[in-house]
């Protein structure tokens, strides 16, 4: 799963640019959090403030939905939210409207923010790579949409895969884009090669054997500015680990476009194929609907207004 560090220091984002980015694209975390700090207000004053207008709500919630580790689902808890906008100075139904179920999600169906943990596995060994890259666990740019090739080879092994991102910076001054990748069984992670196609350059990389675990840098020619958009490409080759039945893709937050494309060397041609969902990495899968593989001996999935969580395909050999 992708993340990013910032390329600098993050404060020089005014409160009210940092709101109006956060209201336009969400997630409802960021914008929560944006409005927070332009109002100034401790959560136990607007804890205080919904309680005069009969709201209870704990204080311990409040920075649940700050940090993205909870969404406001229910009934009460959207009317807490609607109570919000007018303490917070926002525009009636602006943060609602980032807590509308996203058609089409991985998992729950909402926009609430995914946690590492849930996503790629093992996580303690995801969250060392990013401490060796200074790389925070939270996301200075978010993926607007992304496209992903990936070649099996004829050892049924997965060789190759090529990523078109497109990603907007919710922070100011972000230069670079952390992408981690995980190898399949036998995997050995020292031989796989990082090539950037487009756009950015090859910094830093930290592997994790053991954990068949690499971690690479992906920088940009400039620091970003909050709210501007950058498309960039890379390719990883690997074709060191052992038969692969299904490739993933995990998004700890909302993506607006996602196509994955996997084709197939020839003799080794699978008998099916399948399009399916996972709440967490090591869940069973869920949603599982079979897929065609073309005459080019490929399979794609596409998805609009993707939630967060893992979305993937799967095959048969025999």
Known sequence: MPTARPGGAVHGDSPDEALAEALRSGPFHLALRAAVRRRGLALHRIQHRLAEQGLRVSVTSLSYWQRGERVPARSESVQVVRALEGILGIVPGALVRLLEPVHGGTGGGTRAARRYQELIGPAAAVLRLLEQLDCPTEDRLHTVSQFEQVRVGR????????????????RGNVDRYVSIYEGDFGCDVTRVRIDPLDNCRLGRVRS??????????????????????????????DGTGGECTEYVRGFRYPVSHYLLQVSFAPPALPVRCYRFTRRASGAPRRRVVQVPLNGYHSTHLAEQELGPGIVGLGWEWD
């Open 208 to 237: 994790d054997p053991a954990s068949a675990l690499l971690a690479a840098e992906l920088v940009f020619d400039r620091p970003l500015a909050l709210g501007e958009t950058q498309p960039f490409r890379y390719r990883i080759t």
């Open 155 to 170: 050892r049924r092994e997965l060789w190759q895969r090529e990523i078109q991102q497109f990603v907007r910076a919710h």
